[in-house]
C-alpha cells in the first residue's frame, strides 16, 4: 500500500510569489489533514478535510493559504503571496474513520 | 482544550541504556494518546497509540508508554537504546469529541544515542 505522498519535497521561493503544494493520501481515506511546523515551533493543524468538505479550518492562519481537495482524492495547499514567516515544514495526513493519522514525509518551503 | 508537554527538549543516553522521554497532557475530554517519531529528512511515524483503558501500551521497536489518568502523563520508555532510535519523538494527544480530530504536538524531544 502506498503511503501518503507530498510534492514538492523541498521549495524555494522569493517573498511575494507563489507556491502550491500538493498531498496524495493513502487511497481510500476520507480524512485528510494539514500540518506545518515553523522554525523552533511545535507542529500545528491547519486544516482537516473529510472528503472533498472542509471540516475544520480553524488553524489556517490567513487568508493568503488556500487548501482544496479536488474530487475527495488528493489536496493542495496554495500560499499566494508567500510571506517570510511560512517558511517551514508542511505536513499532510491522511486516517480512515477514526484511524491514527498517517504522514508524509512533509514539504520543506523555504520563502527568501 | 487539550495541550501537550514534553519535558525534555533533549535526552542524551548511552546505547544499551534505558530511554525515558517524558510527556505531560490536558484534556477536556477522555483523550487519545500517541507517541510519533521522526528520523531526519523523514515523515512522521506512528510508534503507539493508547485509544482505551489500558495503562500500558507496545508499540514498535521495543518502546511501550504508561498512561497515568492521576498524573495526566504518558511517558514513552524503552528498556535499552539503539543507534537507530536517534530521532525526534513527539507526544501527540486528539480528543475523543467526535468530530474534532485534529492532533495536538507536544514541542518534540531530541534523542541523541551516544555510541
Known amino acids: 500500500e502506498a503511503g501518503v505522498t507530498q510534492f514538492p519535497s523541498h521549495s524555494v521561493i522569493e517573498k511575494g510569489q507563489t507556491v502550491t503544494l500538493r498531498c496524495d493520501p493513502i487511497?481510500?481515506?476520507?480524512?485528510l489533514y494539514w500540518y506545518r511546523r515553523v522554525m523552533g515551533k511545535e507542529i500545528k493543524f491547519l486544516l482537516h478535510?473529510?472528503?472533498?468538505?472542509?471540516?475544520?479550518e480553524s488553524g489556517m492562519p490567513n487568508n493568503r493559504f488556500l487548501a482544496e481537495r479536488t474530487g475527495g482524492t488528493y489536496s493542495t495547499l496554495k500560499v499566494q503571496p508567500a510571506e517570510l514567516e511560512d517558511s517551514g515544514v508542511y505536513f499532510c495526513?491522511?486516517?480512515?474513520?477514526?484511524?491514527?493519522?498517517?504522514f508524509g514525509d512533509g514539504t520543506r518551503l523555504s520563502i527568501l | 482544550a487539550q495541550s501537550v508537554t514534553q519535558l525534555d527538549s533533549h535526552v542524551s543516553v548511552s546505547e544499551g541504556t534505558p530511554v525515558l522521554l517524558r510527556c505531560n497532557y490536558s484534556?477536556?475530554?477522555?483523550?487519545?494518546l500517541f507517541w510519533y517519531v521522526q528520523h531526519p529528512n523523514k515523515g512522521l511515524q506512528l510508534l503507539l497509540k493508547?485509544?482505551?483503558?489500558?495503562?500500558l501500551v507496545k508499540g514498535i521497536n521495543g518502546f511501550e508508554a504508561e498512561f497515568k489518568k492521576s498524573e495526566t502523563s504518558f511517558h514513552l520508555t524503552k528498556p535499552s537504546a539503539h543507534m537507530s532510535d536517534a530521532a525526534e519523538y513527539f507526544c501527540?494527544?486528539?480528543?475523543?469529541?467526535?468530530?474534532?480530530?485534529?492532533?495536538?504536538f507536544g514541542t518534540g524531544t531530541r534523542l541523541t544515542i551516544i555510541p
Open positions: 487511497s481510500g481515506h476520507d480524512n
Open positions: 495526513a491522511s486516517s480512515q474513520g477514526y484511524q491514527p493519522q498517517h
Open positions: 478535510f473529510v472528503k472533498e468538505s472542509k471540516q475544520d
Open positions: 501527540v494527544v486528539r480528543d475523543t469529541n467526535f468530530g474534532n480530530e485534529k492532533l495536538t
Open positions: 493508547h485509544t482505551s483503558a489500558a495503562t
Open positions: 484534556s477536556s475530554y477522555s483523550p487519545s
